[in-house]
């Protein structure tokens, strides 16, 4: 598929709001671009289905983001600040009923005043005008979160130049003040006597502009089993869209399929704002960490750890070397590898040294030497890289290419280590289950952003200034998650060492010798404990153990297996297992590696992370509400926390004695026997 088609597929799917068959979408795009392509019904399926530009129907159809969300009506509930203040905040609150690449402040709202007296007078005619509102950027950042609470920052610079100036000045630090564009509301509070507990009905004009009528509604409208009929249809929506996606791409995709799954009950009134239902509602769903980013998922169960690079920037459409790139683990487009070009002309590698070695040069910086490339496919992409030289350098300038080239430099290092770490770990024999969580995924996202830059400074032209400190500060703060998770990553390899694990050969004689290494974790936290116990350690044992490292006295366990002891579940070829805790909470068990115990061994913890929740909380989603609150909660969400875990709780605080105390203190399970 050429640029020129593509373009045209994504003109289509903004424009079509009837179900289309991949024929009608086909002759659009040849039409715009004649060039024949006997793959083109192919690669547009594969762009639908991997891109999710668009929902399948029954009979070979489908439907645009445009066509399934242009028309239905959702639910906006302002909170008695914004009524206070007289405004109203777009932010995330129209997901996913508007274009997603138009920014909040681009949306326009007209007001329908369904029952209001006619003498609301709004400025411009129907349409809602727009202020400014100036406040610490924290102060903004909930009417943002949707989007990902990493992501809300982004938003709130992009909303005018001077956010993005002061944003750039310390990626590292929030600005004191920020200053967002809202909805000047007053007239419509005012006059329409808008009390907290009061709605808007929003309608979707025009998807693609991003264009609203609000029609206010009054808590009293709707009826308590309305709602939950509705509550009922967004559960199953959002487990639907999760089961279907996994943690999906971004929270925005997540959501457009859980109302996509939800239905067209989910898609219409009575409702419940997706705030209101995420945040103080559903029991079911929660934010969880996904990496360096956040994603809805089920509440209590961490998403899936992943094993290398792939599919975080899958191309469905592969050229050739695309496709050699890919199959090595190094999922890059085309535009990464011109990149890496560009980077060898501003490095000024082509003096002293031929054509051959700097072919090879640029290769070893795009695919790691642990990798390497053989025959054709080395051929294949050497050629391609010195004609690509070739054409770069017929134009290429130094001067102009200054600013662009110092970041393209640093981030395409930056790349090329991630990628090489990412192999040499998949490479190692060290059990995965070592390294931190989501190791495999963090590193994927680095690379994936990475990638991205790397397809943006593939060009001749600079971009302006402050997109290029934007991009600068990136880099920034992608080399230091990198150089974290690498500490990370080198401190469990040397625990791994330290503590003498390793596969070894079982004889008879050893066999009642014979000692694991097991990891314990709390679901939906990051609170987690490695151990060593005997093999003929009894599962009645762990459920004991487990209570003391968590402290959770005369909680009934309730295992998912039927076991006697950890040699049981090893030779029954089990590694991981799940038990329950009361009604909320539940353990995620891995078994690891052998462990050469010492004549005088004890069960004992080695290593672990953060506090366990003292056990009357119900559930990790409510533990995570007050550990939000304790960070950045109002005074009076901070008390109720405080009151809740414990005016003394540490939510990272883990001390290694004090765990091997508890396991010790006169139960029969520290002794190891």
Same mark, same amino acid.
């Given at each position: 598929? %050429?640029?020129?088609q ?8 903004r424009?079509v ?5 991949l024929?009608d979408i086909c002759?659009?795009?040849r039409m ?5 392509s006997?793959?083109l019904n ?7 289905e991997?891109?999710?530009m668009?929902?399948?129907?029954e !009979?070979?159809r489908?439907?645009?983001?445009r066509? /399934?969300?242009?028309?239905v009506?959702f639910?906006?509930s302002?909170t008695?600040?914004?009524i /206070?203040?007289?405004?109203?905040? #777009?932010?995330h ?5 508007? &274009?997603p ?5 681009k949306f326009r709202?007209h007001?329908?005043g369904t029952g209001i007296?006619n003498?609301?007078?709004i400025s411009?005619?129907?349409e809602? #005008? ?6 610490p950027?924290?102060?903004f950042y ?5 989007y990902g ?7 709130i610079a ?7 100036s002061a944003?750039?000045?310390d ?7 920020v200053?967002i564009?809202?909805l000047?509301?007053? &007239?419509v509070y005012?006059e329409?006597s808008?009390v907290?507990?009061d709605r808007?009905a929003?309608?979707t004009l025009?998807?693609?502009?991003g264009?609203?009528?609000l029609?206010?509604?009054k808590e ?7 709602l939950? &009929?509705?509550i009922a ?8 869209? $999760?089961?279907?996606?996994?943690p ?9 399929y859980?109302?996509?799954f939800?239905?067209?009950r989910?898609r219409?009134?009575?409702a419940?704002?997706?705030?209101d ?7 079911h769903?929660?934010?969880v960490p996904? !990496? ?6 089920y509440?209590?169960?961490d998403?899936?750890?992943r094993k290398?690079?792939e599919?975080?920037?899958s191309?469905p ?5 695309e ?7 190094v999922?890059i487009?085309e535009?990464?590898v011109q ?5 060898a002309?501003y ?5 002293h040294?031929?054509l051959?070695k700097l072919?090879?040069?640029i290769?070893?910086r795009?695919? +790691? ?8 496919d080395?051929e294949y ?6 004609e690509v030289f070739g054409e770069f350098m017929?134009?290429?300038?130094? $001067?102009t290419?200054h600013?662009? !080239?110092a970041?393209?430099?640093?981030v395409?290092?930056?790349? %090329?280590a991630?990628?090489?770490?990412a ?8 059990d995965p289950?070592w ?6 995924i963090v590193?994927s996202?680095?690379?994936?952003h990475? /990638?991205?830059?790397l397809?943006?400074?593939d060009s001749?032209?600079m ?7 934007a991009?600068?500060n990136?880099?920034?703060s992608?080399?230091e998650?990198y150089?974290?998770v690498?500490?990370?990553i ?8 330290k503590?003498?694990?390793g596969?070894w050969?079982k004889?008879e004689?050893?066999e &009642?010798?014979?000692?694991?290494v097991?990891q314990?974790?709390?679901g ?5 404990r =490695? ?5 003929t350690?009894s599962?009645t044992?762990?459920?004991a153990l ?11 366990l309730n295992?998912n297996?039927e076991?006697e ?5 090893s ?11 009361g ?5 995620k068990?891995i078994i690891l590696?052998?462990y050469q /115990? ?6 004992r913890?080695?290593a672990?992370a953060g506090?366990?929740?003292?056990? $009357?909380i119900?559930g +990790?989603?409510?533990?995570r ?5 304790l960070e =950045?909660?109002?005074?009076r969400e901070?008390?109720l926390?405080?009151h809740e ?6 939510p990272?605080?883990?001390d290694i004695?004090s ?6 203190s006169?139960s029969?399970?520290?002794?190891g026997m």
């Amino acid at each position: 598929m %050429t640029v020129n088609q593509e373009d045209a597929l994504y003109d289509f799917l903004r424009n079509v709001t009837e179900p289309f068959t991949l024929d009608d979408i086909c002759a659009f795009v040849r039409m715009v671009e004649p060039k024949k392509s006997s793959h083109l019904n192919i690669e547009t399926a594969s762009f639908l289905e991997t891109r999710r530009m668009a929902f399948p129907l029954e !009979g070979k159809r489908w439907i645009s983001r445009r066509g /399934a969300f242009e028309k239905v009506r959702f639910v906006i509930s302002p909170t008695r600040l914004e009524i /206070a203040n007289g405004i109203l905040i #777009p932010g995330h609150r129209c997901l996913p009923f508007a &274009n997603p690449e138009l920014l909040p402040q681009k949306f326009r709202f007209h007001w329908k005043g369904t029952g209001i007296p006619n003498s609301i007078q709004i400025s411009h005619g129907s349409e809602i #005008p727009y202020t400014t509102t100036e406040s610490p950027p924290e102060d903004f950042y909930p009417f943002y979160a949707l989007y990902g609470e990493e992501y809300a920052p982004q938003y709130i610079a992009r909303d005018n130049p001077e956010n993005e100036s002061a944003f750039n000045c310390d990626p590292f630090e929030d600005p004191p003040e920020v200053s967002i564009q809202t909805l000047d509301m007053r &007239n419509v509070y005012r006059e329409s006597s808008f009390v907290p507990g009061d709605r808007f009905a929003v309608t979707t004009l025009d998807w693609k502009e991003g264009i609203f009528e609000l029609e206010r509604i009054k808590e009293i409208d709707w009826t308590k089993e309305e709602l939950d &009929n509705w509550i009922a249809a967004a559960e199953e929506g959002f487990k639907s869209s $999760f089961d279907f996606l996994g943690p999906g791409s971004s929270t925005e995709e997540q959501i457009a399929y859980a109302y996509w799954f939800g239905g067209e009950r989910m898609r219409s009134l009575p409702a419940l704002s997706l705030e209101d239902f995420l945040y103080e509602v559903t029991d079911h769903i929660e934010t969880v960490p996904y !990496g360096i980013e956040t994603r809805f998922w089920y509440a209590g169960k961490d998403i899936p750890d992943r094993k290398d690079l792939e599919g975080i920037r899958s191309i469905p459409d592969r050229t050739v070397i695309e496709e050699i790139l890919y199959r090595k683990g190094v999922p890059i487009s085309e535009y990464v590898v011109q990149s890496y070009v560009r980077d060898a002309l501003y490095r000024g590698d082509k003096e002293h040294q031929s054509l051959e070695k700097l072919s090879d040069q640029i290769m070893e910086r795009i695919i +790691p030497s642990t990798i390497g490339l053989n025959g054709r496919d080395k051929e294949y992409l050497a050629d391609y890289i010195l004609e690509v030289f070739g054409e770069f350098m017929e134009s290429y300038s130094s $001067f102009t290419d200054h600013a662009m !080239g110092a970041i393209r430099q640093r981030v395409g290092e930056l790349h %090329t280590a991630v990628v090489e770490l990412a192999i040499k770990l998949q490479k190692s024999d060290m059990d995965p289950s070592w390294l931190p969580k989501h190791t495999f995924i963090v590193l994927s996202q680095i690379q994936g952003h990475a /990638a991205s830059i790397l397809e943006d400074l593939d060009s001749d032209e600079m971009p302006p200034q402050e997109e290029l400190d934007a991009m600068d500060n990136s880099v920034d703060s992608m080399i230091e998650t990198y150089e974290d998770v690498k500490d990370l990553i080198n401190e469990a390899l040397g625990n791994y060492r330290k503590n003498n694990i390793g596969l070894w050969q079982k004889t008879e004689s050893s066999e &009642n010798a014979s000692w694991r290494v097991i990891q314990i974790s709390l679901g939906g936290t990051d609170i987690w404990r =490695r151990l060593v116990l005997p093999d003929t350690y009894s599962l009645t044992k762990l459920a004991a153990l487990i209570r003391s490292v968590f402290n959770w006295s005369n909680e009934e366990l309730n295992f998912n297996i039927e076991c006697e002891t950890i040699g049981d579940l090893s030779r029954k070829g089990i590694s991981e297992f799940v038990c329950e805790i009361g009604a909320m909470w539940t353990v995620k068990i891995i078994i690891l590696s052998w462990y050469q /115990a010492k004549p005088d061994e004890r069960v004992r913890c080695v290593a672990g992370a953060g506090a366990p929740p003292p056990r $009357f909380i119900d559930g +990790p989603l409510r533990f995570r509400r007050f550990i939000s609150a304790l960070e =950045r909660g109002s005074d009076r969400e901070q008390h109720l926390a405080k009151h809740e875990l414990g005016r003394d709780y540490d939510p990272s605080g883990f001390d290694i004695d004090s765990c091997n105390r508890a396991i010790h203190s006169g139960s029969s399970h520290g002794t190891g026997m």
